[in-house]
Every structure is written in C-alpha cells, then in structure tokens.
T-cell receptor, first 113, second 109 residues
C-alpha cells in the first residue's frame, strides 16, 4: 500500500441500510479526515481524528459516525442511509492535526436510493 | 460566517497563462492551500502560502495578500493536462480547512 486507500470504489445502497466506508493509510500520519464532495459545493468535513483514539465532529456530522482504533484505519459508518447522503466521500490524512497538508484517498462514490 | 469565493469556471488556450482568483472571509487565518482535482480523482496538493507574496513552483505560482483576503493561482504555458478543478482552502483560527467550491479550468487547443 502506498498512501491512502479507500473501499469500496463505488456503491449503490438502499435507503435505511447500514454502510461502512473504509479508509487505510500507511504514512503513519496522526490526523485523518472524512469529507463529502457534492456538485457546486466545496469539500465539507464530516468527522476528523487528530490522533488514534480521538475523534471530532466536523461541519456535517449528522447521520455519520467514525472510530479510530489505530493509526492506520479510519472507517466511516452510515447507520441508516438516506438519499441526501448520496455523494463522493474522500478520506484524507495529514502528518499533524494543525492544518498540515492533507493527502487524499481516491474516493468512494455512494448512491443511496 | 466563513466564505471562500472562486469563479465557477474558466476557459483558456493551450500555451497561454491563466490566473484563478480566490477571496476569503474566515475566522482567523493560518495559511492558504491550492489543490488540483482532475475529474473523478482525488484532490492533490499544489501550493501553500502563509506569508504575503508570490510562491513559484515550476509553471505554477501562488500569490497571497492577507490584508485583502485574496489569493491567486497563476498557471503558465498551459497544457491540456492542466484541465482540472482548482480548489482554494483556508486554514482558520482553529486550524480547520475551509474549502472553496473550486474553479473548473477548461483548456482549449
């Protein structure tokens, strides 16, 4: 693995289903982030983690949860998906939490029907 | 509120120069990033400015004026592969990144 990987690449999901988006980095970065990107809008922060064992809420956290059990992994869970969660989801990481340069994974395109 | 403004779309000719502007109003300022994003791909880091002035990196340069809340990205000798969206992001007083919606740059031969 080199950098950040995300899985799945894309997914079509029925409303009400539970879904976990996976994110793994091998750069030993302390901070990790989840964003959603919608047409005409900037990247919006969902949740973040400054270091393993800690998480925080971003701009649009409702309907999403995260965990950070170790340095490498930062999964994002949609407990009960709704159509408004249709989006492209990007995971990112940075060496430190204080606004360091963020490096992005390839993204997951999620469609909720 | 916090706001980052960029033009939605710009068109330029291969070999020419283009300037993409970004104005911001944020709660505090701790630096400004420019990222490039090709269609269907992840954003990739281009430049970072924290002090006023011009930072040059090959064909790309980025300028910052903190007093005016203004930055621009200058792309020289445009190539077809420069067709992409360019995202401006400001690090606010809490060191969170606030992102603009991006500028889609179309390069014509």
């Amino acid at each position: 693995i080199a950098g950040i990987t995300q899985a799945p690449t894309s997914q079509i999901l029925a409303a009400g289903r539970r879904m976990t988006l996976r994110c793994t980095q091998d750069m030993r970065h302390n901070a990790m982030y989840w964003y959603r990107q919608d047409l005409g809008l900037g990247l919006r922060l969902i949740h973040y983690s400054n270091t393993a064992g800690t998480t925080g809420k971003g701009e649009v956290p409702d309907g999403y949860s995260v965990s950070r059990a170790n340095t490498d992994d930062f999964p994002l869970t949609l407990a009960s998906a709704v159509p408004s969660q249709t989006s492209v989801y990007f995971c990112a990481s940075s060496e430190a939490s204080e606004g360091d340069t963020q490096y992005f994974g390839p993204g997951t395109r999620l469609t909720v029907l | 509120g916090q706001n980052i403004d960029q033009p939605t779309e710009m068109t330029a000719t291969e070999g020419a120069i283009v300037q993409i502007n970004c104005t911001y109003q944020t709660s505090g300022f701790n630096g400004l990033f420019w990222y490039q994003q090709h269609a269907g791909e992840a954003p990739t880091f281009l430049s970072y400015n924290v002090l006023d002035g011009l930072e040059e990196k090959g064909r790309f340069s980025s300028f910052l004026s903190r007093s005016k809340g203004y930055s621009y990205l200058l792309l020289k000798e445009l190539q077809m592969k420069d067709s992409a969206s360019y995202l401006c992001a400001v690090k606010d007083s809490n060191y969170q990144l606030i992102w603009g919606a991006g500028t889609k740059l179309i390069i014509k031969p």
